[in-house]
């Protein structure tokens, strides 16, 4: 519908937590820019709590623009500002919002990710905008550039970090040498892991956005169900040091990439730690921020780096994308809607490619390694290195290293299964794939 | 003007180089991929060239496309790629394009940093849409983050590796320990540099990049002629050999910051060479890949990388552009249109803050360093470190290395004049700005 010159583009508010807090205070810090940027001004007509009279004076704002009755607040707006998260009763809303007219921004990766296709055609149905950039890796600005700017390319491969916390757990474990469950502690003590952590170490949080990812990088549908996911809880010291050895560090990644399965394009969507090689840009994201590689055919390769979470960076994403919604609706127009046409189906984890690093306790014979390699071979992977060390006693044990080249997941898992059964393996002391070399 | 439903976008490419060639070849072999993100075909009506005649075996398309005739050209297409480069023609082929009612996308950094304003204006009068992400940093989306993604924050400073053909012979001068003028070579005979390297190797290239970040970033009119510009010329493998004992590399960095003079809101964009401490993300920024680091308020620190510069990745950028523009074309409505109602004026280089880092040969008595510290009081300036070196020979002399906090551009070029000449110091051997601590 035309916006009337001049008038006030009507934004409502969903959520006042730590994101929505800080969505209302650079709404009023910076109205003057934000009325200059969209060609009207930006009024805050409401924000929907469950506690409407709790006193928040962190929030600047009007406390008579406080009500819990967010569905009549969704239908006398132009743009609604999601930031409630999860699923109930944020896609009610949500839906209400767009048949009333309402475009609408959020931030819900768990929604996005999991019922994406029923927002997008609701957009498009109502005729509105739907923005979600803040959902994955916070201030990052990487749906838009994935979106538009490689819109005229091919997109092989994006793989990020796109979860802070295990980001911050594993970069303290390389560091310390400590522990998964001390550094977690840590991690919770200092405030970048929540009390109940198991959404971001069980890797759930980083597959709602590798499936938001996925689904923008190859113009298809993939939702969370979609994505094979293993957390970083089985990830141990010692795998951060076979990691270190091998001049490596342990990183948690979000990987989507286009493959080619029985002959025909198609996806591969997981979540898991990984072997990455210092070398690799990165290798070098420490701490809880973030950062997305993207491969593209005519591009190359990019990065794009910055804090993954936080009020204020995830604030910033919001207010950008709330910034061209506003201005598509004074100006006429719309922002991309969903594109889904390659539709292409996902492959399950066994049909993806990749390499392993596997460390075996063995006795220390002759034969042994010939026994190993023949396992390898059995399944068709070939090795790169093998590396023999001593034990740490002199008790007839040794340690075996092996990098094996790119393989089917399928073949490298029966490999280490194979592997362990042998008489000769003592003990299968780490697995862990390599990517990024 | 509406677009007929179902009928193909129209577009002529203006220059068959380099870029243009991977325009035309992926045009080509993209075109279904094209159509659907744009929502009708693209139909390449023509190609400006400067000898239509000559064979293009590399550009699989009709020759008859190619013509002499740019100016006829302009007149019959939807969009105009402009790839030519420099100031004219470019400049009066994107003019009459869009007095014809054609959006235009072009990579021209040269001439959107000496003339943006009159393509703006032209833009805006004839309601069509003007891209140029490939203007700056090649394949990187850095543009459209910029201007759409942080559109609701406020950019404090985007500091850039913005010339490929600099990082290139920076990089190995500090891998080689050797000097500018063989390593310029060395990048002429590897493709790196142009065979007349200037506009690489004095800034005048990042410069123009540097006008364009900053009009974004900071909603105001900034051109080339309001950049401070220093290329790498001076540049000597002492200064390199000193960066390194400082855990610093060198890099020619564009600048561009939000400054306060005279109490009021101004920028200050400079091009110069700078050490950048090895653990800043830029310092690992190698060969010639690009990398635009920005802070924002709210957003925190972004950082942005990838290749700058060829063919491919150029067209990658121009064709994310086209697909903008083209489905705006389709679908109604614009992108963003220029936005400097901000206005701020640019400082000189001597209002800009920054720290040096200076290397003096002195004569190794007792009172040359308070000599030395006294004139660094005088000019107010604070020092952070200083360190003395034996010379090289037992002659009586010694190197100091001094590094100060930030201070006026001003007050630290008059400190070092003053310094040189002092009686007791023999030699200014390196002086350079430190950015990024």
Known sequence: MAHEPGAPVRVALLGCGVVGSSVARLLTEHAD????RVGAPLELVGIAVRRPQRPRPDVPVDPSLFTADAEELVTRADV???????IDPARGLILRAMEHGA??????KALVAEDGPTLFEAAARNGVDLYYEAAVAG???ILRPVRESLAGDRVRRVMGIVNGTTNFVLDKMDVSGAGFAETVEEAQALGYAEADPTADVEGFDAAAKAAILASLAFHTRVSSAHVHREGITEVSAADIRAARENDCVVKLLAICERVTASGSDAVSVRVHPAMVPRSHPLASVREAFNAVFVEAEAAGELMFYGRGAGGDPTASAVLGDLVAVARQRVSGGHGPGES?????????LGQAVTRYHISLDVADRPGVLA???AVFAEQGVSIETVRQQAGPEDDGRARLIVVTHRATDAALSATVEDLAALESVDDVVSV???EGA
Chains 1, 2 share one sequence.
């Open 33 to 36: 820019d934000l009325a200059a």
């Open 80 to 86: 609604v500002v999601e930031v409630i998260g999860g």
């Open 103 to 108: 475009g609408v921004v959020s931030a819900n």
């Open 139 to 141: 201030a990052i600005p």
């Open 340 to 348: 889904a046409y390659a539709d292409l189906p996902v492959v399950d």
């Open 371 to 373: 026994q190993v390699a």
């Open 432 to 434: 862990m794939r390599v």
